[in-house]
């Protein structure tokens, strides 16, 4: 039996030699030759990118092949790069897409297709359920492209240069110099490399670097930029004497942050200081947009300007149709993504992390000071993620339990429930928890948030009895 290809929030992911094999990889791609081909766009192109993941070079190869066979010109990227950078790319060469294989922060064991639309943004669900339904479609049909299709040849491109220069036109790199700002850099073994290092070393600033080699097994963990896995990053910032760390995840698209004293800052911190730190020296007042998961800090700045406040489902692609449509000044997730006014309606790591240097730079204060000063401003805020794994069965009777509606929760009235996605209980002191199942795995994602740190740690413990009770 075939495996069922699904395109969940970031693209399909699956094991490499399990579900992400050569033929499975094949299916996908004829599948998104043949939605391209079904749009009618004249002469089409797609960009074909990667990671510097485990065969990604035979994966890019196999699916340019596939694309030329479909009159599809394929724009191949020469070396891994950055989401954000494909997503540039896009929309510079006026493609149909793009196809990215990538697994993002997942274990090197991954591998994954990202498909970008037309104007660089993650592919929508009606998009996504086209694409699935055209590799059913090729599957029963054998697969092959319509007689006479014109021949089209793959073209090899480099985008770094070009997408550098677009964060060189948003940062103030200026404001760094003159701080003197010293910054250490991570980017995991990633698709980073050779990006932010080298423009702020270009730039007069001084950067040093960790992880700056291909690994394919990005060091025995994730290629994911949290706290636990940024030691090295804290060590060489004690070494060279810097101001603030910065790093990436495996494609670049997610940030992490390390504060002077070693601190890591929580991407809710981060997303809620930016938007503060755009709306005074850009003067951009046109919205704010964050997921339902994401801290209410940022609704309290909003507030405190007098923006306006769009809350999405978990998924950057809700956030880049908001970017488009110019309605929103910074976009972000808890989970860190975040992206900027005419910039790229995708995810940027890279950029995010040159934006808090200016910032730090910018404003003399490290970034516990700054959210020392914002609480002041509008409250304090204390949110927290936890992921439960489940049995089959028990994940099942806990997705039946969030079709329920709770008058109260943790002794507290429930004072407003909310589906966008999963069920977010808002309670009556303003707290609030809100839970996600996993399309893909048996695990409940819990997220709270409290206006105290001891109302965190009893809602955190509520969540969790709530789950398994």
């Not at 050569?22 to 079904?38: C, D, E, F, P």
């Not at 490399?193 to 702020?200: D, K």
């Not at 439960?388 to 002794?411: H, I, V």
Request: negative net charge; glycine residues 8%; hydrophobic residues 40%.
């Amino acid at each position: 039996m075939a495996t069922i290809i699904k395109f969940g929030t970031s693209g399909w992911r699956a094991i490499v030699a399990d579900e992400f094999t050569l033929v499975n990889v094949r299916r996908a791609v004829t599948g998104i030759a043949r939605y391209v081909v079904s749009t009618g766009r004249p002469n089409p192109s797609l960009v074909v990118g990667r990671d510097p993941r485990y065969m990604g070079e035979t994966f890019v190869d196999v699916a340019a092949s596939i694309l030329e066979s479909y009159g599809i010109t394929p724009l191949v990227v020469a070396e891994p790069a950055p989401t954000p950078a494909i997503a540039y790319e896009v929309v510079q060469q006026k493609a149909a897409g793009a196809i990215n294989f990538t697994a993002s922060h997942n274990p090197s064991e991954y591998n994954g297709i990202k498909f970008s639309t037309p104007d660089g943004a993650p592919a929508l669900p009606e998009v996504t359920s086209q694409i699935e339904a055209a590799i059913l479609a090729a599957d029963s049909d054998g697969g092959a492209p319509k007689p006479g299709t014109v021949p089209v040849h793959r073209q090899v491109i480099d985008i770094r240069e070009r997408y550098l220069r677009r964060l060189s036109e948003i940062v103030n790199f200026d404001a760094i110099r003159a701080a003197n700002l010293k910054i250490a850099f991570d980017p995991m073994w990633g698709a980073s490399r050779g990006y932010s290092n080298v423009l702020l070393n270009e730039e007069g600033i001084h950067c040093a670097v960790v992880h700056d080699t291909r690994d394919v097994l990005f060091g025995g963990h994730s290629p994911e930029p949290d706290g636990e896995l940024l030691d090295d990053l804290r060590a060489k910032m004690k070494e060279t004497s810097a101001g603030i760390g910065i790093a990436c995840d495996g494609d670049a698209d997610r940030f992490g942050i390390v504060d002077a004293d070693g601190t890591y800052v929580s991407p809710n911190y981060i997303i809620a200081l930016l938007f503060d730190y755009l709306v005074e020296t850009r003067g951009w007042r046109n919205g704010v947009a964050k997921s339902v998961a994401t801290t209410n800090l940022i609704n309290a700045v909003a507030a405190h300007h007098k923006i306006e406040l769009f809350e999405t489902p978990v998924g950057f692609k809700y956030i880049g149709e908001l970017i488009m449509q110019d309605k929103i000044a910074i976009g972000g997730e808890e989970s860190a993504g975040l992206t900027i006014r005419h910039h790229v309606p995708e995810k940027d790591g890279v950029l995010a992390g040159l934006l808090i240097c200016e910032m730090v730079a910018a404003r003399g204060l490290t970034l516990g000071e700054q959210l020392a000063q914002l609480f002041v401003k509008v409250g304090s805020f204390y949110p927290e993620r936890q992921n439960f794994r489940l049995t089959p069965e028990a994940k099942t009777k806990f997705t039946s339990k969030l079709e329920t509606n709770p008058s109260d929760f943790a002794g507290r009235k429930v004072a407003q429930i909310v589906r966008t996605d999963g069920l977010k209980l808002v309670l009556e002191d303003g707290s609030w928890v809100c839970y996600r199942v996993s399309g893909t795995e048996p695990v409940v994602r819990a997220y709270t948030e409290a206006r105290s740190q001891d109302g965190l740690r009893q809602l955190s413990a509520a969540a969790h009895d709530w789950v398994i009770g």
